[in-house]
């Protein structure tokens, strides 16, 4: 098992000097299971996603939100490689007040239409489904829109060699994304497949872990309850949306365990409290595995186990050819997971017991705001030894492998993540996407005419001094280099993912090979609140 080394987990971001783009890793745990155990020939694992508002208390407040069935995190979902997997969302939540964008005021890139719905599962490999029909090849075709009071069922059929692991499903209707995500719609996607089977593996317990942030103000009519209830197309000052809402509070696994309280928009002051994580109990020498999602609507997590032996197997649903060890020695050796990303691990408890803490370190994005520390799981090793192994090598994803060589790039894309005061946008901030913000209806030339079965080069720069998460949906990516301040890293062998983190004023480099599907998608930041501003573009796969 090769040693993984702090650069190669460790690539800029916040938790360090920033000498180039921290790659997305993450994890979710599911609060509910449904459905029945992948990998069985012939089983149609089929699911129902009610969108409702449920009342959930944390510290004593009582908090009136959107959910999936009730749930936070929702249900988790299973599904297999080469086998259907549907999903039926129901909205139920109450009609959309009428509200009218008056000119100049932007009606698609300023939030709105807060209880219309649709589905993303992000980072599984299936048809492009955010636009209406599924896999259209229309550029001018709209999101689908699922309004409250109606149904839309999704049939998906995953490729024979998807690779198992860690995703996670989500709302993706541009303008309510943010406000629905931060309510707690979210669950975890377990695709199951060769990597359980690895005796290590099999023996190990599973324990996904979602991480969430939830947004809410003091209702306007009852100060006792909160929620997150905005005015579409009205300025913050008369109830529209703001992208910082008074209070944030993290969940892990639907615990509560950081609330941060907040003072103003754009780089505010917030007081911040923390709370007893979940916990679980370990043998000395036992090893489970942790699959971890950070579901936040834009936090970052450099993550630390002090006093484990830490294995890295996967990053955005794909695991890596051998089990990559994580030196845990020094807090600063962390494993970085920004918001959309998971990470899954194989960790082993120390001979000695005690009382040990999985948590993501204080961090500073320069341009946006500090973060403070946040425990997400307790761990106490206690009771009779047990000796567990970590495997040799893990199966080869063939989806994803071999890598992307020189000679297979036959094109080159580039996209520029920026910002701009704006009198079109309410809250004063346009985001953009090479200077333009986001048109449903259009695909920019420059993303059209991505060929299956054909390799391209991407180049991703921000021009902003706060970072970005960048997703591309349908197919991973291989991140190849990143800079900043004049500062290159080059990855060998290339990491794959399907979120990686452009550092303020960086560059990344990324391949992309197209596979399997065709049709309209997009691309765009994952922080929630620039995404429905804006940050956002539409591609044609062909």
């Known amino acids: 098992m090769r040693n993984l080394t702090r650069r190669d987990v460790l690539i800029g971001g916040g938790a360090a000097a920033a000498t180039a783009a921290v790659l997305s890793t993450e994890g979710c745990n599911g609060s509910g299971v449904a459905g029945a155990n992948p ?13 409702v508002y449920s009342d959930h208390t944390f510290n004593g407040t009582t908090m009136h939100l959107r959910t ?97 692991g860690l995703y996670w499903y989500h709302p993706h209707h541009h303008g309510s994304t943010d406000v629905e995500v931060s309510g707690g719609m979210a669950g975890l996607i377990i695709v199951g497949g060769n990597i359980d089977q690895v005796p290590e593996i099999a023996a190990a317990r599973d324990i996904p872990i979602a991480i969430q942030s939830i947004s809410v103000n003091a209702d306007a009519a009852n100060p006792a309850i909160q929620d997150l209830e905005y005015l579409a197309y009205q300025p913050p000052s008369a109830g529209g949306y703001k992208p910082r809402s ?12 950081n609330l941060m309280t907040f003072t103003g928009q754009g780089v505010p002051t917030f007081t911040s409290t923390a709370f007893t994580p979940p916990s679980i109990t370990m043998s000395p020498g036992e090893v489970v595995r942790l699959r971890i999602l950070n579901g936040t609507n834009e936090n970052n997590l450099p993550l630390v186990l002090p006093g484990f032996e830490v294995y890295m197997i996967g990053r955005d649903g794909v695991n890596f050819p051998v089990p990559l060890l994580l030196d845990q020695s020094n807090p600063a050796n962390n494993f970085f997971l920004t918001n959309a990303g998971r990470a899954e691990l194989l960790v082993r408890a120390p001979a000695t017991a005690g009382t040990y ?186």
């Open 357 to 542: 803490t999985l948590s993501g370190l204080a961090i500073n994005d320069p341009g946006a705001h500090p973060w403070p520390k946040f425990d997400l799981l307790k761990i106490t090793v206690a009771g009779a030894p047990v000796a567990m192994k970590i495997p040799a090598t893990l199966p080869t994803p063939s989806r994803e492998y071999p890598l992307i060589t020189p000679g297979e790039i036959v094109g080159n894309r580039t996209v520029v993540f920026d910002s701009a005061p704006s009198t079109t946008i309410l809250p004063g901030t346009v985001m953009l996407v090479n200077g333009a913000p986001y048109d449903e209806m259009t695909v920019p030339p420059q993303y059209n005419g991505m060929a299956t079965g054909t390799s391209e080069q991407w180049t991703i720069s921000n021009n902003m001094p706060e970072g970005h998460p960048f997703h591309l949906h349908t197919n991973s990516f291989e991140v190849i280099s990143s800079s900043v301040g004049g500062v290159v890293t080059t990855f060998n062998p290339p990491q794959i993912a399907d979120t990686v983190w452009i550092p303020g004023n960086g560059t990344v480099v990324v391949r992309v090979r197209y596979k399997t599907w065709k049709g309209k998608d997009v691309f765009h930041c994952h922080k929630l609140t620039h995404e429905d501003q804006g940050m956002m573009a539409n591609t044609m796969l062909t």
């Open 39 to 51: 990998g069985i020939p012939g089983v149609l694992d089929s699911y129902t996603l009610t969108t």
């Open 246 to 257: 008074k209070y944030e509070y993290f969940l892990s696994n639907g615990t509560l365990i």
């Open 68 to 164: 999936y069935n009730g749930q936070i995190p929702g249900p988790t979902l299973y599904a297999a490689p080469g086998q259907p997997f549907n999903v039926t969302v129901v909205n139920n939540f109450p009609p959309d007040p009428a509200a009218v964008a008056v000119p100049p005021i932007d009606p698609m890139n300023n939030p709105h239409k807060f209880n219309t719905t649709n589905l993303h599962v992000h980072g599984v490999q299936v048809v492009p489904h955010i636009f209406e029909p599924v896999g259209t090849t229309d550029p001018a075709a709209m999101m689908v829109a699922i309004a409250p009071g109606t149904s839309k069922t999704y049939n998906f059929t995953l490729p024979a060699d998807h690779p198992p």
